[in-house]
């Protein structure tokens, strides 16, 4: 990512998370009426204890010097989760250069991953790379999702795929809380791979061809392993409800293993599913 996407979208994260917080959320009046949602740039500036001079400058995203105690400060003021403060710091400090490393041609899914995706029979369980391209699924997620083999390595962008493919579009009931789950993941590598400019490319491309994509991008959500119930509406099996458990699989790869376990009935669904013997509801 060059210096001026970076400074960019750091400049975007500090607009969207300040519009996201109310005066009497951070102790403060609320005073008169306001042209926008969110508080202003001098109270942001009075929490943090900065000068509103200098926090415009970071907000408008110049290229100024910075300090890890004064970001804190700003972090505490906008009341930033884990995540959320280590994607700051790699956009504020340009931290992610140095972890840029290349991808490799082929990632190859151990035998223990191997096991656990097969072991998981019935929970559909699918195993993405840093730039959120599957690389490994079992049965289960080929049923409920899409049958993956059938898509070219090139074109299995997970992210890309929940907004092209009417399949999953029309599967979860309330999409966008299932699409915002995997884009707070796609951006902490974002910030974590600065370098990279494959990043840059893909969000234009997406910004471009999805509008939709634009609205959620811009609401900045960053989480590293986000656990959320997802209700599905399949075209076979009926009402299907999930709880989406996200890991971080241990390794050089970066990979990351999205489980779901089902809910209610949704297991004895499954299982009639993968042996074709769902009809309808």
Known sequence: MNRTTRLKALSDFLKSKRSKLLPQMVGLPSGSRR???GLRREEVAQLAGVSTTWYTWLEQGRDIKVSISVLDAVCDALQLNKDERKYL???ALD???SQLEEMEEELIITPSLEKILQELR???TIITDRRMFIVGWNEAAAKVFLDFSKIVKEERNLIELLFSRKELKALAVNWEDFVKGFMSIFRTYVGQY?????????IQKMTENYQVFNHMWNESEVSSAPEVVIEFRHSKAGKMLYNLTSLQVQGDNDLRCSIYTP????EDKLKQLINGQVRVE
């Open 89 to 91: 710091y790699g956009l």
């Open 35 to 37: 042209r926008t949602i």
């Open 95 to 97: 931290e992610g250069s």
């Open 122 to 124: 019935f929970c559909p």
């Open 263 to 266: 809910l209610d009935r949704t």
């Open 194 to 202: 600065l370098a990279d400019e494959w990043y840059t490319d893909f």
